[in-house]
């Protein structure tokens, strides 16, 4: 007895095309809406929050007219590089905001777009420079480095950052769209399902792999100039290296991270007093791995090394990691193994005109 085959008409077959095509289309837009809900209802939270804060301050007594001193008037922007084990940095300044006296805010930018607008960045600058209740303050975030002084402001903030080994973090980035990581494990990632290694990526000429996407460090170093994100720019590299000298306070790697923050807790103890115990012994400072992360072979990284992009992010990574590392040689001390800050190595002497 042959098989049974239930041949379905022509057009009952495109009637069926179509209604899948609607649910579908329909579905959609019911996912659509719900990440519009999400997104209002978190910005919704987040501003009762500040008016919480800002209605806490004004129990406490009026600040609008009081100068903050010094250190109550300081700002940090951790303007954050994906993939450069900034959450594990940024929860050391959540830990210790209440014992140290700071607020720490993070920068939600819609899409984790870099770039912000115009107008927004008129905003931005307005927040961070004129809300007294948030100082002192620590803001990180996925955005590009912005010029305070092109606004006209008085004092700018302290920027600080971290950066990576570019293959390194590009191979980091490519499984957390995939697989996530150990921090928020439910969560659906973008590319979820896509079980293709970095090597089959690499050899197959994906777009999730190419050198184009190395290019990341070096604009968010160079900032809102449209030169910063043209792929390749001799330009934008020159400049990226101009603002790590000049406007950043400290920029630390990836791959010695400790030393980085034994540095910040140095010289910057009003937010960072105690952190690095807390990074040596807390669980939280650990808690990042990205998951099913596979290291590339040879032959991956020789292919992706003979890319122009490649060379250009590698330079700028030896030129950060070069100026950290002198950084710390005049900052520290190592015995038996361990590093030792240095105590304060001038004085003042010579001092006229003598008091009575």
Not at 38 to 43: A, D, H, I, V, Y
Not at 71 to 83: A, Q
Request: with cysteine.
């Amino acid at each position: 007895m042959g098989l049974l085959r239930i041949m379905m008409p022509p057009k009952l077959q495109l009637l069926a095309v179509v209604a899948f095509a609607v649910a579908m289309l329909f579905l959609e837009n019911q996912i659509q809406k719900l990440e519009e809900s999400r997104s209002k209802l978190e910005r919704a939270i987040a501003r009762h929050e500040v008016r919480e804060i800002e209605q806490r301050h004004t129990m406490d007594g009026p600040r609008q007219d009081v100068a903050l001193d010094e250190e109550d008037d300081m700002v940090i922007i951790y303007n954050r590089v994906p993939k450069t084990a900034s959450t594990s940095f940024t929860n050391i300044a959540y830990d210790l905001c209440a014992k140290n006296k700071y607020h720490v805010l993070h920068i939600n930018t819609t899409k984790n777009n870099p770039v912000m607008s115009l107008q927004d960045q008129v905003r931005f600058v307005k927040n961070i420079t004129s809300w007294k209740e948030m100082k002192p303050g620590f803001y990180h975030g996925h955005i590009s480095y912005l010029d305070f002084a092109k606004f006209g402001v008085k004092k700018k903030p302290i920027y600080i950052n971290v950066i990576r080994d570019p293959i390194e973090r590009l191979v980091s980035y490519y499984y957390f769209l995939r697989f996530g990581d150990d921090y928020r494990p439910g969560l659906r990632r973008r590319k979820q399902g896509d079980k293709k290694t970095f090597d089959e990526c690499v050899a197959e000429g994906g777009s999730d792999c190419a050198p184009e996407k190395l290019w990341l460090q070096i604009p968010f170093f160079c900032g809102h100039s449209s030169e910063c994100w043209n792929v390749g720019s001799r330009w934008a590299m020159d400049q990226a290296k101009y603002n790590l000298i000049n406007e950043y306070f400290l920029v630390g790697v990836t791959e010695e991270l400790e030393d980085f923050i034994m540095l910040l807790e140095a010289a910057l103890p009003r937010f960072f007093r105690g952190a690095t115990e807390l990074y040596r012994t807390g669980k939280k400072s650990h808690l990042r791995k990205t998951t099913e992360k596979k290291l590339p072979t040879k032959q991956t990284i020789a292919k992706l090394q003979q890319s122009d992009i490649w060379k250009m992010e590698n330079e700028f990574y030896e030129f950060a990691l070069e100026q950290f590392q002198f950084i710390r040689a005049h900052a520290v001390r190592e015995k038996d193994g361990d590093l030792y800050i240095l105590a304060q190595n001038f004085f003042y002497e010579k001092i006229y005109p003598k008091s009575n």
